[in-house]
Nanobody
Framework: QVQLVESGGGLVQPGGSLRLSCVAS????????MRWYRQAPGGERELLAG????????VFADSVKGRFSISRDNAKKTVYLQMNRLKPEDTGVYFC???????WGQGTQITVSS
């Protein structure tokens, strides 16, 4: 059974930083690409970043390029999202996902506000 548990969210001021974590279980994490998504209030779930199974290849949405980075630790079955220079429009619930799975975690809330 696939499980994804996101953590690390919170309230942060504009310009601040946060690091999100997503611990995965129930599938072969080390052979799976992983992705981070954001769902803004009243909005659709948006793909923000992806990383390949070995942590070398990464892709980012234009909205976060240059501010966010994605990494993973296959020994810990964890994928991370480092978020810098946060903006109010980064507010939302953040989810991780494996492309091969339809399972979603509960997400972690980020609020960027002064």
């Amino acid at each position: 059974q696939v499980q994804l548990v996101e953590s690390g969210g919170g309230l942060v001021q504009p310009g601040g930083s946060l690091r999100l974590s997503c611990v995965a279980s129930g599938f072969t994490f080390s052979t799976s690409a992983m992705r981070w998504y954001r769902q803004a209030p009243g909005g659709e779930r948006e793909l923000l970043a992806g990383v390949d199974s070995v942590g070398i290849g990464t892709v980012f949405a234009d909205s976060v390029k240059g501010r966010f980075s994605i990494s993973r630790d296959n020994a810990k079955k964890t994928v991370y999202l480092q978020m810098n220079r946060l903006k109010p429009e980064d507010t939302g619930v953040y989810f991780c996902n494996a492309p091969s799975s339809a399972t979603w975690g509960q997400g972690t809330q980020i609020t960027v506000s002064s």
